[in-house]
C-alpha cells in the first residue's frame, strides 16, 4: 500500500549519495519526529547491530555465555517437563536444540565475531546462524535440510536469553527513529525507556498492539510501508509524519524546515499535557458519558488522571508477563495490582485476565500455531494452564480486599467459560479464607469481542457483572480480518454494517439486563466513532489516556438525541462506505467544529 515518488533534491553522505524520497503509509500513532534511522532485528526478540569499544568484548563475551547456559537450562526444564506440559515428541526437540547449544564450532563461531568485528552477541548470532540457516537449507537429504527449522529455534531462544539479564540491550542515542518489519509490545516497552522519535513498519494495523502502545506513549507512528527495510541503513535521517502517513528518507533541507515547525509543535502540545476539556461529561442534551482510561504501561495512569478519566475500564495485565519476560510471581501481582487500586482509588479498575497466545509463552515451550489468533489463547489458555490462572485470581482476590478492583475475562465464546471462572475464583476465594487471608468480592465481567458472545449475550449478561466490548477483536472476529495485518487493512472495517448492529445489540442487552457495558476497543477512543457510540446509547467509553481530551471535547460538543438520529439510520445502510458517507454528511453538517478535519483512524492512509 505505500506510496512512493522521489525527488531530484540530493542530499550527500560521506559514502553515498541519497535522494530525498517520500513514501506514503498509514499514520497509527499522531505526531511528527525527525532523527536518525535504527533497523531494528528479529521477530520474537528484536535487537539492532551495535559496534562495542575493544574494552567492552570481554564483557559481551560473558554476556554470551551466560546467555548460552541460561538457552541450555531452559531447554533442560523443559524437556524434563518442568516448565510446561510437553509431548515426548516436543521433548526429544528441545533434546536437539541442547546438543546444538552445545557444539563448540558453533558457539566459537558466534565468539569469534564477536571478537573480531567488536559488535553485540545480538548481531554475532544472527549472523552465524542466518549462515548455518542458509546452508542447512541447501541440502538434499530432507531429513538434515529441516534442521535449519531448529537452528532458527536457537537463533530466537539465544536472542531472547540475552534480552533476558538486568541490563536493557537497547541503548541508542535519543534521536532515534526505530524501523522494522514489525515491532512487539515487548519492544516497544523497552525501547520507550530511550524516548524514540518515532516508529516506521512495514506491518501492522490500527489496532495491533504496538500501535496502541504507540498512541499511550505519544510516539509517532506509520505503518503499511512495504520494503522500507531494503532502503534504509542504520544512521539515514528520517522524517516520520504520523498525522499523515508521510515518511521522507534522506530529507533535504526544505523538507526539514518544514517538518521541523510540525515536530515543534507536536514535543509543546505533548509538554504542555494536550488541552484538557474541563467541565462535566455530559452531552448538550444531559446525558453523562463516563471517560475511563485504558491501561497498558505502568505509567499510563498520570496523564489519564490529568485529562479527567474516571478509573481504568480496561488494564491489560499482559504487560506484567511482558516486562517479566514470563508470568509473574503472585507476590508481585498483588504488589501491581494494589499499586494501580489505589491510585485509581474510588474510580476503580478493572484488571483483565491476561490475554495471551501460546506461541507468547515460547520463551519457555516454544509452540507455534498457524492461526495464533484462533487458536490456544487468553480464557482457553487459562483454563487449560490453570496453574497460572489460579495464581492470578488469587492475587486478584487478595488485591481486591478493601480496593475497588473488577476482574475482566478476555475472549469469552459462551457461558461455559464465564462459570468455568467463577467456580475457580470461589475454589481460590475458600481457600485463601481456610488460610485467613482476606480476600475482596471483585465484580467479574466479560469480554465481548468474539461474535458468538453477542448471539448469546442474553445468557452471558446473566452470569457476570458487567461487559467489555472489545471492539478490536470484535472487528478482526466478525469480518475475519487480520488486525495485525496490513495486506487486509483495508478491509478492516470499523463501520461496516455487522459491527454496528452487534455493537447495538450488546449495548441494548445490557441497558436492558440493568448491567453496565463498557466500550474499551480503539473505537471508543476515536472522536468520530465516539460520536456513533454515543448515538447508540453508549454511556462508558475507555480508552488510551492521549484520546480522552479529544473525546471529551465531542462528549460535550454533541446533543445524544441528534446523534441517535443518525445511528438509527446508520444501521439500515448495507456497506461500511455508505455508513461512512452518511456520517461525514450529518456529522460535519451538525457539527463541522469538531469533526472538520478528522480523518478516520482505520481509514487513514
Ligand atoms: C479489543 O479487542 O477491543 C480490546 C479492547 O482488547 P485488545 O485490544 O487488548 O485485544
Ligand atoms: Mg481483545
Given at each position: 500500500m505505500s506510496k512512493e515518488s522521489t525527488q531530484e533534491q540530493k542530499t550527500t553522505s560521506t559514502h553515498k549519495v541519497s535522494l530525498e524520497a517520500f513514501l506514503k503509509g498509514r499514520a497509527v500513532s499522531r505526531g511528527v519526529g525527525i532523527g536518525k534511522v535504527l533497523y531494528l532485528h528479529g521477530q520474537n526478540r528484536q535487537f539492532y547491530r551495535r559496534v562495542i569499544e575493544t574494552g567492552q568484548v570481554g564483557s559481551e563475551l560473558k554476556r554470551f555465555r551466560a546467555a548460552v547456559d541460561l538457552a541450555k537450562q531452559q531447554l533442560k526444564e523443559i524437556s524434563n517437563g518442568e516448565k510446561e506440559a510437553v509431548s515426548e515428541n516436543q521433548s526429544s526437540i528441545f533434546e536437539t536444540h541442547l546438543l546444538f547449544l552445545e557444539d563448540r564450532s558453533l558457539l566459537s563461531k558466534i565468539e569469534d565475531i564477536i571478537r573480531?568485528?567488536?559488535?553485540n552477541a545480538e548481531w554475532a548470532v544472527k549472523l552465524v546462524t542466518d549462515t548455518y540457516v542458509s546452508r542447512y537449507k541447501l541440502l538434499d537429504d530432507k531429513h538434515l535440510r529441516e534442521k535449519y527449522i531448529d537452528l532458527q529455534d536457537i537463533s530466537e531462544r539465544l536472542l531472547s536469553a540475552l534480552g533476558g539479564?538486568?541490563?536493557?540491550?537497547f541503548t541508542f542515542d535519543k534521536d532515534s527513529v526505530v524501523v522494522a518489519k514489525e515491532i512487539n509490545p515487548s519492544t516497544l516497552v523497552e525501547l520507550s525507556q530511550h524516548s524514540p522519535k518515532a516508529i516506521v513498519t512495514e506491518n501492522g494495523g490500527w489496532t495491533s498492539h504496538s500501535f496502541i502502545l504507540a498512541r499511550e506513549m505519544n510516539v509517532p507512528a506509520v505503518t503499511?510501508?512495504?520494503?522500507v527495510l531494503r532502503k534504509v541503513s542504520s544512521g539515514d535521517e528520517i522524517i516520520v509524519d504520523g498525522y499523515n502517513g508521510q515518511v521522507v528518507l534522506n530529507p533535504g533541507p526544505e523538507s526539514l524546515d518544514k517538518y521541523r515547525i510540525s515536530e515543534n509543535q507536536f514535543v509543546k502540545t505533548v509538554d504542555a499535557g494536550f488541552e484538557t476539556a474541563e467541565g462535566d461529561?455530559?452531552?448538550?442534551?444531559?446525558v453523562e458519558v463516563n471517560i475511563h482510561a485504558n491501561l497498558d504501561?505502568?505509567?499510563?495512569y498520570e496523564h489519564a488522571r490529568r485529562f479527567g478519566?474516571?478509573?481504568?475500564?480496561?488494564?491489560?495485565?499482559e504487560f506484567l508477563f511482558n516486562q517479566n519476560k514470563g508470568f509473574p510471581s503472585e507476590e508481585l501481582q498483588i504488589a501491581s495490582y494494589k499499586k494501580v487500586a489505589d491510585l485509581v482509588g474510588e474510580e476503580g479498575v478493572a484488571i483483565r485476565t491476561f490475554d495471551l497466545?501460546?506461541?507468547?509463552?515460547s520463551s519457555q515451550a516454544r509452540i507455534s500455531e498457524k492461526n495464533p489468533a484462533l487458536g490456544l489463547k487468553a480464557i482457553r489458555l487459562s483454563l487449560s494452564s490453570e496453574k497460572q490462572f489460579r495464581r492470578q485470581l488469587r492475587a486478584l482476590l487478595i488485591a481486591s480486599y478493601q480496593r475497588r478492583v473488577e476482574i475482566v475475562l478476555p475472549m469469552?465464546?459462551?457461558?461455559a467459560e464465564i462459570r468455568a471462572a467463577k467456580e475457580i475464583i470461589r475454589e481460590e476465594r475458600k481457600s485463601l479464607t481456610k488460610d485467613s487471608i482476606e480476600t475482596g468480592n471483585p465484580g467479574i465481567g466479560a469480554m465481548i469481542e468474539v461474535p458468538s458472545a453477542v448471539f448469546v449475550i442474553d445468557e452471558i449478561l446473566k452470569e457476570v457483572d458487567f461487559v467489555s466490548l472489545g471492539t478490536n477483536d470484535l472487528v478482526q472476529y466478525l469480518l475475519a480480518v487480520?488486525?495485525?495485518?496490513e495486506s487486509v487493512a483495508e478491509s478492516?472495517?470499523?463501520?461496516h454494517p455487522a459491527v454496528l448492529r452487534s455493537v447495538k445489540l450488546v449495548l441494548d442487552s445490557a441497558r436492558g439486563a440493568g448491567k453496565p457495558a463498557i466500550v474499551c476497543g480503539e473505537m471508543a477512543g476515536s472522536p468520530l466513532y465516539s460520536a456513533i457510540l454515543i448515538g447508540m446509547g453508549a454511556t462508558e467509553l475507555s480508552m488510551n489516556p492521549n484520546s480522552i481530551p479529544r473525546v471529551r471535547r465531542v462528549v460535550q460538543g454533541i446533543a445524544q438525541e441528534e446523534a441517535a438520529k443518525t445511528t438509527d439510520d446508520l444501521?439500515?445502510?448495507?456497506?461500511a462506505g455508505e455508513v461512512e458517507q452518511l456520517v461525514r454528511a450529518r456529522f460535519s453538517e451538525n457539527w463541522a467544529h469538531l469533526?472538520?478535519?478528522?480523518?478516520l483512524p482505520d481509514k487513514n492512509s
Amino acid at each position: 500500500m505505500s506510496k512512493e515518488s522521489t525527488q531530484e533534491q540530493k542530499t550527500t553522505s560521506t559514502h553515498k549519495v541519497s535522494l530525498e524520497a517520500f513514501l506514503k503509509g498509514r499514520a497509527v500513532s499522531r505526531g511528527v519526529g525527525i532523527g536518525k534511522v535504527l533497523y531494528l532485528h528479529g521477530q520474537n526478540r528484536q535487537f539492532y547491530r551495535r559496534v562495542i569499544e575493544t574494552g567492552q568484548v570481554g564483557s559481551e563475551l560473558k554476556r554470551f555465555r551466560a546467555a548460552v547456559d541460561l538457552a541450555k537450562q531452559q531447554l533442560k526444564e523443559i524437556s524434563n517437563g518442568e516448565k510446561e506440559a510437553v509431548s515426548e515428541n516436543q521433548s526429544s526437540i528441545f533434546e536437539t536444540h541442547l546438543l546444538f547449544l552445545e557444539d563448540r564450532s558453533l558457539l566459537s563461531k558466534i565468539e569469534d565475531i564477536i571478537r573480531d568485528e567488536r559488535v553485540n552477541a545480538e548481531w554475532a548470532v544472527k549472523l552465524v546462524t542466518d549462515t548455518y540457516v542458509s546452508r542447512y537449507k541447501l541440502l538434499d537429504d530432507k531429513h538434515l535440510r529441516e534442521k535449519y527449522i531448529d537452528l532458527q529455534d536457537i537463533s530466537e531462544r539465544l536472542l531472547s536469553a540475552l534480552g533476558g539479564g538486568a541490563e536493557s540491550p537497547f541503548t541508542f542515542d535519543k534521536d532515534s527513529v526505530v524501523v522494522a518489519k514489525e515491532i512487539n509490545p515487548s519492544t516497544l516497552v523497552e525501547l520507550s525507556q530511550h524516548s524514540p522519535k518515532a516508529i516506521v513498519t512495514e506491518n501492522g494495523g490500527w489496532t495491533s498492539h504496538s500501535f496502541i502502545l504507540a498512541r499511550e506513549m505519544n510516539v509517532p507512528a506509520v505503518t503499511g510501508l512495504k520494503g522500507v527495510l531494503r532502503k534504509v541503513s542504520s544512521g539515514d535521517e528520517i522524517i516520520v509524519d504520523g498525522y499523515n502517513g508521510q515518511v521522507v528518507l534522506n530529507p533535504g533541507p526544505e523538507s526539514l524546515d518544514k517538518y521541523r515547525i510540525s515536530e515543534n509543535q507536536f514535543v509543546k502540545t505533548v509538554d504542555a499535557g494536550f488541552e484538557t476539556a474541563e467541565g462535566d461529561d455530559v452531552t448538550l442534551d444531559g446525558v453523562e458519558v463516563n471517560i475511563h482510561a485504558n491501561l497498558d504501561y505502568p505509567g499510563g495512569y498520570e496523564h489519564a488522571r490529568r485529562f479527567g478519566a474516571k478509573g481504568v475500564g480496561l488494564y491489560r495485565s499482559e504487560f506484567l508477563f511482558n516486562q517479566n519476560k514470563g508470568f509473574p510471581s503472585e507476590e508481585l501481582q498483588i504488589a501491581s495490582y494494589k499499586k494501580v487500586a489505589d491510585l485509581v482509588g474510588e474510580e476503580g479498575v478493572a484488571i483483565r485476565t491476561f490475554d495471551l497466545s501460546v506461541g507468547e509463552l515460547s520463551s519457555q515451550a516454544r509452540i507455534s500455531e498457524k492461526n495464533p489468533a484462533l487458536g490456544l489463547k487468553a480464557i482457553r489458555l487459562s483454563l487449560s494452564s490453570e496453574k497460572q490462572f489460579r495464581r492470578q485470581l488469587r492475587a486478584l482476590l487478595i488485591a481486591s480486599y478493601q480496593r475497588r478492583v473488577e476482574i475482566v475475562l478476555p475472549m469469552i465464546s459462551g457461558v461455559a467459560e464465564i462459570r468455568a471462572a467463577k467456580e475457580i475464583i470461589r475454589e481460590e476465594r475458600k481457600s485463601l479464607t481456610k488460610d485467613s487471608i482476606e480476600t475482596g468480592n471483585p465484580g467479574i465481567g466479560a469480554m465481548i469481542e468474539v461474535p458468538s458472545a453477542v448471539f448469546v449475550i442474553d445468557e452471558i449478561l446473566k452470569e457476570v457483572d458487567f461487559v467489555s466490548l472489545g471492539t478490536n477483536d470484535l472487528v478482526q472476529y466478525l469480518l475475519a480480518v487480520d488486525r495485525d495485518n496490513e495486506s487486509v487493512a483495508e478491509s478492516f472495517q470499523t463501520l461496516h454494517p455487522a459491527v454496528l448492529r452487534s455493537v447495538k445489540l450488546v449495548l441494548d442487552s445490557a441497558r436492558g439486563a440493568g448491567k453496565p457495558a463498557i466500550v474499551c476497543g480503539e473505537m471508543a477512543g476515536s472522536p468520530l466513532y465516539s460520536a456513533i457510540l454515543i448515538g447508540m446509547g453508549a454511556t462508558e467509553l475507555s480508552m488510551n489516556p492521549n484520546s480522552i481530551p479529544r473525546v471529551r471535547r465531542v462528549v460535550q460538543g454533541i446533543a445524544q438525541e441528534e446523534a441517535a438520529k443518525t445511528t438509527d439510520d446508520l444501521l439500515k445502510l448495507a456497506t461500511a462506505g455508505e455508513v461512512e458517507q452518511l456520517v461525514r454528511a450529518r456529522f460535519s453538517e451538525n457539527w463541522a467544529h469538531l469533526f472538520n478535519y478528522e480523518v478516520l483512524p482505520d481509514k487513514n492512509s
